[in-house]
Structure formats: C-alpha cells, structure tokens
C-alpha cells in the first residue's frame, strides 16, 4: 500500500500534489505529507491523519515551488509513529534531498545490521529510510544518481516504487520485478509521476504510460528522460492491486482495474451458479465484482448494504478490534431488500473471516433468507511481506481450512473463491508475471523459511544476479 507522488510543473505543484494524494487516499489512511523546492529552500509539511486533516489553504500556499513530492502511508515495515510520516527530507553536501516510497523490504533487517555495524543511526522505523541510506552512500562515492539508484536495485529484496527529489530534480524508480504500480502522465506545464492513473485523472492530466520494472525516470526543466537500469527475466505485478487495493478507475500495467473486476464477476457466475433473487456486493470493493456476476447470470443487481462513505477502509485499520466495531457503522442493510431473499454476496476476499461474518449475521438480523458468498480471490493461504497487512498464517482463516470449514465459520449457505487460472485469465496476462505469493505460498523474491522462484536480473552494466530459489528457515 501506500500511495506515492511526483509532480514537476510550472504553474507551482503543492494544490497539485495535494489533489493527487486525494485520489490516492485509499492506498493509505495513517498520515500524508508533501515537500516542495523552490529553487533555493525546501518547503515541507507532514502529520498524522488524512489529507484533508493535514492541509489546509493556508499550509499549501506556503510549500512554494515548481517541484515536489508527497505521500500517503499505510503502515507495513515501521511501527505508527509521527517520525514515520513521509517524504523524509535530508541535507547532503549541499544537496536536498527529499524521497517517499511505496513498498517493503524483506531485507530490511540484514541492511540496517550492516549500516548500524558502521556506526550509522536511524531516526525512524521504517525501510524507506533504509532506502535512503543506500542512495546517499552512493552518491558519496560516485555523485552519480544513475550508480545511486544501481546500487538499490542490487542490493534492495522486496518491492518497491520510489519518487525523489534532489535539488529541484525529480526522480522516479521502481523495483525490477515491478510489484508494486507507478506511472507517468503528462500535465498542463509539466510531468507526474503517481502509485496509480487516479492520481493524473485528478489534474486533468493525461496519462502516458507505466515506469517500466527496472526504470529510472529523470524530470528536469530541460523535459523528461529515463533509463533502464535493470530487466528481470520476468515481471510480478501484485495480484492484490487488481483484486482489492488500486482503485476501479486506475489503469495497471496496461489493464483497467474495473473491467478486470467486472470480468471476475463474470467467471464466479461461471463456475459457482447458483439460484437467488438479487446478486449485493459488499460497497465498495466487491460492487464491480457483483455487476459481473449479475451481467452473467441475470440475477438482479441490488445494492442491499448501504456504505457510510465517511467510514475508511477497514482492512487497513490497524487492529482487529476497531476493525470488527467499524463494520456495523461502516455498513447498514436495506431491510426492504432482503426481507425473506436469497442473496448472493460478492466481495474480493477473505482474510481474517471476522467481518465476512459479521456482515453475513447483519444480513440475517435484516431478514436474509440464504446468502450465497462468492469471492473475487482465491484463498489467502500465506502471508504478504511485500506491502500487504497480513504478516502471519494464524491469521489467514484460510491457510489451515478447506473452503467449506470456513464457509462453516462465515455462516454463509455456500461460498466460491474464484480459482487461480479465473483469475489470472480475467487479468489477462500470464501467471508469470504476476505476484501470487499470498495465495500459492510461492514468492517472487527470496524469503527466510518460504519458497521462491529464481529470477535472473540484467543489470545496466552488463552484470547479472540470479535469486535463490529456496531459504531455509534459520
């Protein structure tokens, strides 16, 4: 998660950024922050909350520039705590230096050994200041950006987007497997740089094209250029994007994330028919999901859980507790739809099974006569270290269950995960390029104590770095 933007503009960025981080809200909840240049200062302003808590008139009128960048977080690697708010800022001989990131390392624990092992402290708990570190260590040694960004990519496991500003320059990088989204767009008088298309829509602007695995995107008042640092014998976008984090309206890697969700719904019909009288989505995240499902079967759409739409997403709450108590406010069933119907529920997944639950006994109390889950994921069966707020199997009511042990603990008549082929097929690319680590147990980097795939990386110099395809357990 975590939502990340670029903007060089001349016309001034900070109402632009801020706009951006707005479309971009739903990737991460926790705090937001921007920071600008205006050729000689950085302007910057940070906190705790949600965008429109964090800034006011007043505050983006004083992050004067024509170059900045900002940042939503939602909480992976690092505990919640101010000093973790993003873009981090830095001064380096007489260097500026500003950086956000979406993504998480799996290495993170073996970089900061070896940095602390040289004397070098950290001020927050996260793995973007890690990410720092690298970069600045290597422009100490070849002032170069190009052997700065080299050298991430080398020595950095996991996934990451990164946008970065030094000295007015704007940089944008992501990770050679490109798991996590980022893209560019064209603005009135200049260039952005975003997790996802939403956040150029929001400017009027156009969307040009996906930074490519192993690119590097430089945006200086002289236009745009980027090179290719590193080319990975395959790619592994995360199949989360697709199924729950990006917003409907986003384009990913080429793909329309509604359509990919509508095509969904369609094959859950495909594979799990069933007899009712309205086909509900849980809003917002199943709603295209469950008008596949109805274009397919002919069931009736019928929207029977009305969403408060000043609630935030409770999956990325960030205890079980809060989690379960926002349900009830979060939703509230229209009883004149489901008085004595059969429905089927569609919803993207299930992880915990706590508010598949607790929804499914709302539905009953409002007079639900059967309810049919379908969901637009297979089964979570392993955990996510790559940015997903699931870190252990005990957690995964589906890691240790067959389906119908938890269509039992969900008290839902019958349930349907979509398969994997479905499911890959709806996306429409092949299996290989894409992150199935949370439903396979397979992953695309090399993690302690799990299976991964070997993947060989091209590096700009000519060099090569093949992954092991197993770590045991220390």
Same mark, same amino acid.
């Given at each position: 998660?975590?939502? +990340? ?19 971009? #809200? ?55 705590? !101010? ?8 001064? %380096?001989?007489?260097?500026?230096? &500003? ?34 570190? @690298? ?21 950095? #496991? ?11 320059? @704007? ?25 996802? &298309?939403?956040? /150029? ?71 799990? !028919?069933?007899?009712?009288?309205? $086909?509900? !989505?849980? =809003? ?10 109805? #274009?397919?079967?002919?069931? =009736? ?10 609630? *935030?997403?409770? %999956? ?27 429905? /089927?529920? $569609?919803?993207?997944?299930? /992880? ?18 059967? +309810?049919?889950?379908? +969901? ?6 392993? =955990? ?34 979509? &398969? ?23 992953? !695309? $980097? ?10 060989? +990386?091209?590096?700009?110099? *000519? ?12």
């Amino acid at each position: 998660m975590c939502g +990340i933007v670029g903007i060089r503009d001349a016309g001034g960025v900070s109402f632009s950024i801020y706009y951006s981080l707005y479309a971009l #809200q739903h990737r991460g909840q926790e705090s937001a922050g921007i920071a600008t240049f205006d050729g000689t200062k950085l302007h910057k302003h940070k906190a705790q909350g949600l965008v429109a808590e964090v800034f006011d008139p007043e505050i983006l009128c004083s992050l004067e520039g024509n170059v900045g960048i900002g940042h939503v977080r939602y909480p992976t690697t690092g505990a919640n705590r !101010p000093e973790n708010a993003q873009p981090f800022n830095f001064f %380096f001989r007489d260097r500026i230096i &500003s950086i956000a990131h979406n993504g998480n390392l799996v290495n993170d624990r073996e970089l900061r050994d070896e940095f602390e092992a040289k004397g070098q402290i950290f001020s927050t708990t996260t793995d973007t200041e890690l990410i720092a570190k @690298l970069l600045i260590d290597e422009l100490g040694n070849s002032g170069s950006i190009e052997d700065a960004v080299h050298r991430c990519m080398r020595d950095l #496991q996991g996934s990451y987007s990164v946008v970065m500003m030094i000295d007015g320059v @704007l940089f944008g990088f992501r990770d050679p497997l490109g798991i996590k989204p980022m893209c560019l767009g064209k603005t009135k008088d200049g260039y952005i740089m975003a997790s996802e &298309s939403v956040a /150029v829509d929001a400017l009027g602007g156009t969307f040009i094209r996906d930074i490519y695995p192993g690119e590097l995107v430089c945006i200086d008042e002289e236009g745009l250029r980027s090179m290719q640092i590193a080319r990975a014998g395959r790619r592994a976008h995360c199949i989360f994007e697709y199924i729950y984090f990006a917003r409907a309206d986003s384009v990913l890697d080429g793909k329309l994330v509604y359509d990919v969700r509508r095509t969904i719904g369609k094959k859950l019909h495909e594979e799990a !028919p069933t007899s009712a009288d309205l $086909v509900s !989505p849980v =809003p917002d995240s199943g709603t295209a999901y469950a008008i596949g499902y109805s #274009q397919r079967s002919d069931i =009736p759409f019928v929207e029977s859980l009305m969403k408060n739409r000043y609630m *935030g997403r409770t %999956f990325i709450m960030p205890s079980q507790t809060e989690r379960e108590k926002a349900v009830r406010i979060k939703l509230n069933p229209i009883r004149e739809f489901l008085a004595d119907r059969s429905v /089927v529920l $569609v919803d993207d997944s299930i /992880v915990r099974g706590t508010t598949s639950r607790r929804i499914i006994g709302i539905m009953r109390d409002a007079g639900a006569r059967e +309810i049919h889950m379908r +969901i637009g994921s297979p089964a979570i069966k392993a =955990p996510c270290y790559l940015g997903v707020d699931m870190p252990t199997r005990e957690e995964l009511i589906a890691s240790d269950k067959e389906e119908e042990e938890v269509r039992r603990r969900i008290t839902a008549n019958t349930l349907h995960h979509i &398969s994997l082929a479905a499911l890959v097929e709806a996306i429409g690319c092949d299996h290989r390029s894409l992150c199935t680590g949370c439903l396979t147990g397979c992953y !695309p $980097v090399p993690i302690k104590g799990e299976v991964s795939e070997p993947v060989r +990386i091209e590096f700009l110099d *000519g060099t090569y770095q093949t992954k092991l395809e197993r770590f045991e357990s220390e």
